[in-house]
């Protein structure tokens, strides 16, 4: 493993909540959608840095870093270790952390606590957390107190068992009524965007016109302030379903299943390690060492 630094040379200033919270498209239609995409690692984050304008530390790590098959599981720990790689790692995009289930449900106190460490822990811009009028009081709460909150309604994941799955919502009249009052709720409380996941595609669209934040749309509608995607499914990491609302821009997953055959199969044939990736003691006095004597402090110096 390679465990030299990269250094980046050039400082570029990090997008805040604030400037995400200005890029509501106008109502004419027009300006550049923002495009968000999930990171749960620093390499990761490291290459979406130039191209993202934020970075959701998405609690869907459960499902694609550590195997589980719902996101409930998914604890405050994990979503800060996860974090802190992810804003060490970038400098450019605005960070987001998701508040996982059972740290922020039971009362706005406890939202306060369980987010207040996972904005100094990690040094994130801010969290996202599901639910809608239910969850008003604890977006006031958490925003009055200097604590920037994204919103999420629609199919939130970590209610799959009340949903009975993960179907898009929004179907009936009455359920898209309520998902658009959630928005509502959730905009006036004072999240300053709101992430639309899996619903039916005019109940995004008149969301994203009725509520005066941007909104983030995953399997929801082009018309919505701004993308995200699952990063594991656009590189084609994740493979044991594809939602219809993703589209696969790599195939990561197969490249590394290439990647450590050619490396056994080379193992195994002698042909890695050859005396190229060994370290050689050099006589002292020869010309490697005298050309590097001034430069290196160790007594011998080492390939
Ligand atoms: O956890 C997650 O990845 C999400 C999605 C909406 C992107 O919340």
């Known amino acids: 493993m390679s465990i030299e630094p990269q250094k980046s040379s050039v400082k570029v200033p990090r997008l805040t909540t604030r400037d995400l919270a200005a890029r509501k498209r106008p109502a004419s239609g027009g300006g ?24 959701l530390v998405g609690d869907s790590l459960g499902m694609t870093v550590y195997g589980m098959d719902s996101t409930l599981a998914v604890t405050l720990d994990m979503m800060i270790a996860h974090g802190l790689a992810v804003v060490r790692a970038s400098a450019r995009a605005c960070v987001i952390v ?11 106190q406890e939202a306060f606590k369980s987010a207040a460490r996972v904005m100094v822990e990690t040094g994130c811009a801010g969290v996202k957390l599901e639910g809608g009028v239910e969850m008003a009081e604890t977006i006031g709460f ?15 994941p970590q209610s799959v068992n009340r949903f009975g799955g993960y179907r ?12 658009m009052n959630d928005a509502k709720a959730v905009a006036n409380a004072g999240a300053f965007a709101i992430v639309i996941e899996k619903t039916l595609e ?25 993308q995200v995607l699952v990063m594991d499914d656009v590189i084609g990491l994740f493979d044991l379903f ?16 290439k990647a450590f055959a050619a490396y056994a199969a080379d193992v195994r044939a002698r042909r890695f390690p050859t005396m190229e990736h060994c370290f050689v003691a050099k006589e002292r006095g020869g010309a490697a060492s005298k050309s590097r004597a001034k430069k290196a402090k160790p007594r011998t110096a080492l390939k």
């Open 98 to 108: 998701d508040m996982p289930f059972a740290s922020y449900q039971s009362s706005p």
């Open 242 to 257: 594809r939602p219809k609302f993703v589209k696969r821009y790599g195939e990561a997953g197969r490249e590394m299943t």
């Open 142 to 156: 958490l925003v009055a107190r200097g604590i920037p909150v994204v919103g999420h309604v629609g199919l939130t």
């Open 168 to 179: 898009a919502q929004g179907r009936t009249a009455a359920e898209a009524k309520k998902i």
């Open 32 to 55: 550049v959608p923002m495009v968000w995409l999930t990171a749960y690692s620093a390499p990761t984050a490291r290459a979406m840095d130039p191209v993202a304008d934020a970075i």
């Open 202 to 226: 005019p109940l995004a669209r008149a969301i994203t016109a009725a509520v005066a934040v941007p909104t983030i749309g995953i399997g929801a509608s082009p018309a919505c302030d701004g």
